[in-house]
Every structure is written in C-alpha cells, then in structure tokens.
C-alpha cells in the first residue's frame, strides 16, 4: 500500500484530494515580492486570477515547495508503515521535483524499509492531474509500489497536454516571448496553442482569434482520441473562462459520445501564472491497464 | 524569323531557362501546406528569379534590369531569413523573425512610396495598389495557416501581371513579357490547384495531436 503525494501543480482541488486520498504540498505565490502565501490554502485560485486581472502590471513569483514540505507530510505516513510515491510538476518549469528527490533521499536513510519514490511528471496542471488520476486508480485497485511506479512512468510519456491563451501578455512577462512577437501578435490578435515536450512549453500553432483557435483544438482532440475515446482518461481546465470550458467539453462528449469522469479544472498560479486569465487546456493519457 | 534567332544572345535563352526553373518552384511552394518547407521552396525560386533578371541584364544591359535584381535580392533574402525563423520555431527566432518582418516593411513601405510619388500621376493609383499588394503578401506570407498566404499572393500576381503583360497601362504601349505573365500566372494557378486539391480532401484538422 502507498500514500500519493502530489504538489499543487497537479490542480486538484480540495475537495477532490481529500475524495481521493491524496497529500497536496502546495507552492508558494506572492504577489509582493516579500510575502509568500500558500496556493489553495492562503489563496484561491479565483481571488489570485482576479487580482491579476484586476492589476495588470502585477507579474506574482511562484515558488517550489521545501524539501521540509515534502518531509513533514512524508513522515506520519512513513510512521503508518506506508510506501510514498510523489508525483510533481515537470522538473524543467520547476524546482519541486528537485525538492521532492531530496526529501526522498532524506528519508530513505530513516526509513530504509520503505518504498520513497520520486516522480517528475514531465508536465502540469491537468496534464499532471491525468497521471495522478491513474495513479490513484492503480492505488484503490491495489497495485504495488512498484509496479505502481513502473506504470506511471509509461503513462507520463503517454500522457500530452495542449493549452490556448487569452492573452500574450502573461508569455511576454514571463519572458517566454519578446515584446514584439507580444505587441505583433496581440494586433494580429494572434492566439498560440502550446503543448508540453519533454517537460517543456513548445508552441504547435498560431491561429487567427480565440474561435478559430477553440474550433482548431476541438478538431484536432476529436480526431486524436476517436479510436481510443473509450480507453482515456481526459481533462480540460481553464483560468476564469468556466463558460468556454463548459462549452468546449459539451462539444468534445457530443462529437465522441463520451461522459468525461474529470470534473472542469481551474488551472492554479503554477502553470496558470505564465499564460494568464482566459486561457483553456486539455490533457489526455491512456488509462493504466494499458500498460500492465 | 532567321533574324529573330540571331538577335538572341546566349544570355537570353538561360534567362529563359532561369524563368522555367523559377515558375517550377513557384508553382511548387503553393501546393506545400508547411510554412518551413514552403518558405525554403519559394526562397529558392526567388533565386531563380534573381538569376533570371541577372541574366536578363546580361542580354540587354544591367540598368533596365537593375530594379528589378534589387527586388528579386529583397525577395530570397526575405523567404530565407522566414524559412530559418518558421524551421527553428522558438521565442528567439519568433522574436527575430518579427523584427526582420517590421524591417522589411519599413524598407518596402519607403521604396513604394517613392516610386508612387515619383510616378505619372495618371498610373499612381496603380503603383499605391501594388504597393499594397505587396505589403498584403509579406504580411500573408507571415501570418499563420494556409489561406492568407494564398489569397494575398493571388491579387499581389494579378497587379504584377497588370504592370508586365499587354495589360500594361504604365507605359502606354504593349511590352510582352512572357515569362513575367508565366511566373505570376503559374502561382496563381498553383493556388488554384491548391483549393481544387484541398476541397477534394477529406477533412483533417490544421493540427495534428498526439495520440494517446
């Protein structure tokens, strides 16, 4: 028996972790420089995105969760006797996976019996969330530690993320694009879809307005899921933009004939700080039996 | 006839050669979906097209040919410098690629708007409406997905064709330039391939994900 781990970047909420059983080690936002609050717990999503949209020449810092976060969540379960398998956000958009081995290593020594292991999940948000999806299925069905481990390693190569933004700015601030391709882009009112690769942010396409990009996305997640529609575990999150995610997922359920078992995501400050209020994504992975 | 043959030069016949070449490409980079591979198509017909009007210029003498050797360097340079931007695709060639695309129109911006202002006034409004043609189609030619790109190099040919075929109305009188008319019509029906090809393919998203 294991105990899953996740940090925030996964997105889940606090109700759905606590459904599921799973220890959220949340990262740090602040929206000062100085004072650094707790995503999720000092502060909601909503009010956080709210207060960017509200002061637009604010750009908050994230920061990655201690390897003492890590530890002091890991040790009562330690002391239960449970194995520990921790899932982060990719270790190329942050220092929590990095965070997490540490802690893992620190308690391998106290706890030489245990199972403590690591996991960097090569993406974020709802992308993140799929695998810790199937990891907590593999949890309540009853796979071992291990195995567990070997799966959700398979499933992270299988799992994608694609993402479409509202607006350029928040690429601009983060320094993921220089200013010209943010004013150019703006007046051409060019929308991205970006993708997750191997851990990183990498742009697929530039379409023309946010109908164009939504009608672009939908096509190309129908055609990408119809032969295994009834064999994926699917995601779609969104930043202040429920009516458009509500929406787009109706049309995805309609054109598979599919239920979604994922509730709509509000993507957190993790990812959600670099692409800004309005932006939309889905996330899909096989589910783990495939890779038994 | 036997006159005819003698006045061309040797320069005159790998001119022609040179165009053939040119609308081959040409007629090539418009049925190319990907941006990377059509700017790199189009770039190297562009050179062609360079070393035709060189060529040409060797027949009949550089100075008739010289703007247009200006025009044809402005245009490889311009598909070569995009075939690098859209081939890497990251923040800094992006970045690059739309400073370049700024300049450019900057430099064709100031060239068109002398040549208008220097032109008859009774041919101007040609001139201002090549000019925005060819502002249209570098800026088509940036933009994304398939059509922009198509539509704008239709009426930038078509006002091309105006100034170089028996249409001509700058300078009064009926110059032929055959292989001019041949390389802008063949663009323009190459997109019309193009569209005739694509309404007959089944359809497929623009984007292709990866499947699961």
Redesign the interface.
């Known amino acids: 028996m294991f105990k899953i781990i996740s940090d925030g970047g996964c997105d889940f909420s606090e109700k759905e972790a606590k459904e599921h059983g799973v220890t959220i080690i949340p990262f740090y936002i602040s929206l000062d420089g100085e004072n650094y609050l707790k995503e999720g717990v000092d502060i909601k999503k909503d009010d956080y995105f709210k207060q960017l949209l509200a002061n637009k020449k604010l750009f908050p810092k994230t920061s990655q969760p201690s390897p003492a976060d890590y530890i002091d969540e890991m040790i009562p379960h330690l002391k239960e006797g449970l194995d520990i398998i921790i899932l982060t956000v990719s270790s190329h958009l942050s220092g929590s996976n990095q965070s997490a081995v540490n802690a893992a290593k620190l308690m391998e020594e106290e706890y030489p019996q245990r199972q403590i292991i690591a996991l960097d999940s090569l993406s974020g948000c709802i992308g993140q969330g799929v695998i810790l999806r199937e990891l907590i299925r593999m949890r309540n069905d009853g796979l071992d530690t291990l195995k567990a481990k070997e799966v959700t390693e398979k499933i992270i190569k299988?799992a994608?993320i694609?993402f479409t933004l509202d607006t350029l700015e928040y690429l601009k601030k983060g320094g993921?694009?220089?200013?010209?391709?943010a004013l150019?882009g703006g007046l051409?009112n060019?929308r991205p879809?970006l993708?997750v690769e191997e851990g990183k942010v990498a742009?697929?396409?530039?379409?023309?307005g946010k109908k164009n990009a939504y009608k672009?996305?939908k096509?190309?997640?129908?055609?990408?899921?119809r032969?295994?529609k009834n064999?994926?575990n699917l995601s779609i999150g969104h930043i202040l933009s429920e009516e458009d995610a509500t929406e787009f997922k109706d049309a995805i359920e309609e054109a598979l004939e599919i239920k979604m078992e994922n509730p709509l995501t509000e993507v957190g400050a993790t990812i959600g700080t670099h692409i800004g209020p309005g932006a939309l994504a889905f996330a899909?992975?096989?589910k783990y039996e495939n890779f038994l | 006839m036997q006159n005819f043959m003698n006045s061309l030069s040797g320069w005159f016949l790998v001119a022609q050669i040179l165009g053939l070449i040119t609308i081959g490409f040409e007629f090539a980079s418009y049925q190319i979906k990907n941006k990377s591979k059509y700017f790199l198509v189009t770039g190297v017909g562009s050179f062609f097209w360079l070393l035709m009007f060189f060529s040409m210029g060797m027949a009949t003498g550089m100075d008739t040919q010289l703007s247009l050797i200006v025009a044809a360097i402005y245009s490889t340079f311009r598909n070569l410098v995009f075939w690098q931007i859209f081939k890497h695709n990251t923040p800094k060639s992006q970045e690059a690629g739309l400073i370049f695309l700024l300049i450019m129109i900057v430099v064709a911006l100031t060239a068109g708007t002398f040549t208008v202002l220097n032109a008859p006034a009774d041919v101007r409004w040609l001139h201002i409406l090549g000019l925005i043609t060819a502002l249209g189609f570098v800026v088509g030619q940036y933009l994304p997905g398939v059509h922009y790109v198509r539509i704008s190099v239709v009426f930038y040919a078509l006002v091309v064709i105006l100034t170089q075929t028996p249409l001509n109305i700058l300078y009064g009188d009926f110059r032929w330039n055959v292989m001019g008319i041949a390389i802008e019509g063949a663009k323009i029906l190459s997109v019309i391939a193009f569209y005739i090809k694509y309404s007959k393919e089944p359809h497929k998203p623009l984007i292709q994900l990866s499947k699961p």
């Open positions: 299988n994608n694609y993921r694009i220089g200013p010209t391709s150019v051409l060019l879809i993708y742009s697929l396409e530039k379409v023309r672009l996305m096509e190309a997640l129908i055609e990408a899921l032969e295994e064999n994926i899909y992975c096989k």
